[in-house]
């Protein structure tokens, strides 16, 4: 038996299943990339994938630099912000332990959330951003937004999680609403794409869609039951958690769209199931079984509304990241306060044996206090880069296509009018197949 002082030791289980997990975590930013792909016209695929794969490049090394060390370092006040003891990944070594597992895979495993987060607002400005404002932004959004929230979501000091004790267990606040509402501030900041409500943008491969989804799908086991840092029965809910509440999440959505437009269609089974997991990512380690798939029913079904909401409020949030990240992130932070349970928390039963109004009022808390900072933050970085370098395309850029304009590529070999002429992608439409002026879709 050891003592209660003795010095952490590695667990070598714990670490396989972090490995494991890391790999599936990264893996979900390129099958984001493919996801987004999928969902714009044909002449803008590869910038939308390059924006995905840019940021992994990108957050690493802000991550790797200093990132890590004010994420996770020593708390320098209030829970607010980490040091800048381990700069440089300063003073970490391989024998370095973060509970049981190598600190350098700790490192790791958080920087995947970093890199996913970042590549997901770029859904929101897609067809119409700078390739290198949007290389810029990612850099310093990661520092000043990313950074900050997961100190006082996921560090042991942070303020959320010790002085607030609001629950997020794999990143409710700190992935979803933190992408949801930058998101939506750099939307309102660089304006509707040209023809918004006026021409149709319809995914232009659905297969290449799906196919994103179901890698993010797979990836989403590393992120929740990585979240449980062990390979323990906790992981084993998280996994279990999530398939149930991204299945709730893709029948609901189904059953919305066969009921309001007589079509169940295979984006909205891959949006519906990306809006349950989602949903499903704060609540995992919290809520029992039945709480995870009425947490996933619900996110498919609000956020099959959610997505037309952009075009009665006049944003133009291209791939709907607010309408399903921000929303579903939401419902699944603040659902903690109603279907948490003591078995899952280890702590007293409340409100429908759950966390009760007072978990529920630190939750609503955490959701407002995230929501506010990441959009202010965001329009603010956004509105200085604009100001510096640009951010909005130009006019003739966005027209013809950014694949060819700033990567001088196509996607597709389809000729003359397969070089971004207006002409050949006159018939794309939104998203979800829906009317431009009724809705769209998603991650």
Not at 27 to 43: D, E, H, N, S
Not at 248 to 262: F, H, P, Y
Not at 346 to 365: I, N, T, Y
Request: net charge negative; proline share 3%.
């Amino acid at each position: 038996m050891l003592l209660a002082d003795s010095p952490p030791t590695l667990d070598s289980g714990d670490t396989a299943w972090l490995l494991a997990c890391t790999a599936l975590v990264l893996l979900m930013t390129p099958g984001l990339a493919l996801f987004y792909g999928g969902m714009v016209r044909t002449k803008s695929v590869l910038n939308m994938i390059m924006m995905s794969f840019v940021s992994i490049a990108v957050v690493t090394v802000v991550w790797l630099l200093a990132g890590y060390s004010l994420a996770f370092g020593t708390d320098a006040g209030w829970g607010l912000i980490g040091s800048l003891d381990h700069l440089g990944m300063a003073g970490i070594t391989p024998h370095s332990l973060t509970g049981d597992v190598p600190t350098l895979l700790f490192a790791t495993f958080q920087l995947t959330f970093a890199i996913i987060t970042a590549a997901l607002i770029s859904g929101a400005i897609a067809d119409r951003a700078k390739f290198g404002s949007w290389v810029a932004f990612t850099a310093v959004w990661t520092l000043l937004v990313y950074v900050p929230v997961a100190h006082w979501v996921f560090a042991p000091d942070g303020w959320i999680l010790k002085h607030l004790g609001a629950l997020d267990f794999a990143g409710g606040t700190v992935v979803e609403i933190d992408c949801g509402a930058s998101g939506l501030a750099l939307a309102l900041l660089l304006g509707p794409r040209l023809g918004f409500k006026k021409e149709a943008m319809r995914p232009h491969n659905l297969p290449l869609v799906l196919l994103g989804a179901g890698l993010l799908w797979f990836g989403w086991f590393g992120f929740n039951g990585g979240s449980a840092m062990g390979a323990n029965g906790l992981a084993a809910a998280a996994v279990l958690n999530t398939q149930a509440a991204g299945c709730a999440g893709l029948l609901g959505w189904l059953l919305v769209e066969k009921k309001r437009d007589g079509h169940a269609t295979t984006l909205g089974a891959a949006s519906g199931a990306v809006a349950g997991l989602v949903a499903i990512t704060p609540s995992c380690g919290s809520v029992d079984l039945f709480g995870a798939l009425v947490v996933g029913l619900a996110a498919g079904v609000v956020c099959c509304y959610a997505v037309s909401w952009k075009f009665r409020l006049n944003y133009d949030d291209s791939l709907d990241v607010v309408g399903v990240h921000f929303v579903a992130g939401v419902l699944g932070t603040l659902l903690i306060g109603v279907f948490a349970t003591a078995v899952m928390t280890g702590g007293p039963a409340g409100l429908l044996h759950g966390g009760g109004l007072g978990q529920l009022g630190k939750q609503l808390v955490a959701v407002l206090v995230v929501a506010g900072y990441a959009f202010g933050a965001t329009y603010g970085i956004g509105l200085a880069i604009d100001r510096v370098m640009g951010f909005r395309a130009a006019p003739e850029h966005e027209l013809t296509g950014l694949d060819l304009a700033v990567h001088a590529e196509n996607a597709y070999d389809h000729g003359v009018l397969g070089h971004g002429s207006a002409s050949a992608h006159a018939t794309s439409v939104h998203p979800h197949g829906a009317p431009a002026s009724d809705r769209t879709r998603t991650v």
